[in-house]
């Protein structure tokens, strides 16, 4: 791959998520399997009056093949890391019922977040 492919092709999740984002906080678009658009932020935020250092949000997304799970795999790969999960601007009203049944708070009305099981210290968020 050339100089400028590279500096071209998004990065991979893996790639986002490894940089340091102590300094301010960071945003991409991504590239990942099952995801034909994902735009995500990784820095600090706000969530049931505490503050995160690290919260992972998803901004944009749109899968190859809705109903497989993708979006809830991505979604488990940061919970389970300790990291919380804020999804903004949601407009469809079956994914916002999804994401009220898997345990997220609303939050200004069509945005969603979930803390890890670890900052409550109980089964449920």
Same mark, same amino acid.
């Given at each position: 791959?050339?100089?400028? *492919? +590279? @500096?071209?092709?998004?990065?991979?999740?893996? +790639?986002? #998520?490894?940089? /340091?984002?102590?300094?301010?906080? @960071?945003?991409?678009? !991504?590239?990942? /399997? $099952?995801?034909?658009?994902?735009?995500?932020? !990784?820095? =600090?935020?706000?969530?049931? @009056?505490?503050?995160? /250092?690290?919260?992972?949000? !998803? =901004?944009?997304?749109? #899968?190859?093949?809705? $109903?497989? $799970?993708?979006?809830?795999?991505?979604? /488990?790969?940061?919970?389970?890391?300790? !990291?919380? #999960?804020?999804? *903004?601007? #949601?407009? %469809?009203?079956?994914? =916002?019922?999804?994401?009220?049944?898997?345990?997220?708070?609303?939050?200004? +009305? %069509?945005?969603?977040?979930?803390?890890?099981? *670890?900052?409550?210290?109980? +089964?449920?968020?």
């Amino acid at each position: 791959m050339s100089t400028v *492919e +590279e @500096r071209m092709r998004y990065p991979t999740l893996d +790639e986002f #998520v490894s940089k /340091d984002t102590s300094r301010f906080p @960071r945003a991409a678009y !991504i590239e990942e /399997d $099952g995801f034909e658009e994902l735009y995500v932020r !990784i820095g =600090a935020r706000t969530l049931d @009056r505490k503050t995160f /250092d690290r919260v992972f949000t !998803i =901004a944009r997304v749109r #899968v190859t093949q809705p $109903g497989k $799970g993708t979006v809830w795999k991505l979604i /488990d790969r940061f919970l389970n890391s300790g !990291i919380p #999960v804020y999804v *903004e601007c #949601v407009h %469809n009203a079956r994914f =916002a019922e999804k994401l009220k049944e898997r345990g997220f708070q609303v939050m200004n +009305e %069509n945005c969603f977040y979930k803390l890890p099981k *670890e900052q409550y210290g109980t +089964e449920t968020c």
